[in-house]
């Protein structure tokens, strides 16, 4: 069997899983093109100066920039309404902008609807009703290739490597995992899709602080590979350990942007995100 890219060390550019012929580019799926270069501003995908709500409703965010570097971990925390897992969806086209826009590679994809995002190397994974309960783990997995004509078996190998539990039940009805594993199942259905930036919203929740932490160590491993990770989470001083940068969003504005580490050590946001 093939080395697992996920169990190098982090920052390589084995981009074995984000499929390097092109479908998280801008050019068309499976022609060739080469692997996706960051955009001239560092930024591998970014919504700037994002502004906008659900329908005719009111604003939620407000001028809010999110981005992620190309393998690099950036958290979105917050108070509760906050806008996270708004500016979440904004940037994966779930909401209309009423200002700002999105660009991923230096293209603007502001007015991409979310399929044509995934087709183009984005992956989302909401927060509740991520699985099929009456599909099999295999079966999950092989619906996140719904877009890809080549063969999946080795996606589908790396993804058994990264988590182990999901070969022992891949025959397993999903509906019948824990919540933990019900997640694994997400993710790596995600993952399927080979994209070059994952997407998480609040990946860890209802899950045990055990079950949090092997997220999480599978989170970094997943970065390793060069995959960009954009994630929402509650859990905001775990996330901001393992985060290259982070976003505290207040009412949907940007008040704080830092290294996680940064932020981890800023009295003010101790004292008035993540309990003292």
Known sequence: MTRNPYQDDRGNKDRTITNVKGMGTLDPIRDGAATAKPAANGQFLIGEDMTGGYGMGADILHDCTIAVEKGEIAVIVGPNGAGKSTAMRAVFGMLNLRQGAVRLDGHDITGLTPQARVAHGMAFVPQTSNIFTSLTVEENLEMGAFLRRDD????M???????PVLKDKRRQMAGELSGGQRQQVAVGR?????PQVLMLDEPTAGVSPIVMDELFDRIIEVARTGISILMVEQNARQALGIADKGFVLVQGRNRYTDTGQALLADPEVRRSFLGG
């Open 190 to 194: 995600a993952l399927m899709t080979e």
């Open 157 to 163: 190998e790396q993804v058994f490597e990264l988590f």
């Open 152 to 155: 999946i078996d080795r996606t």
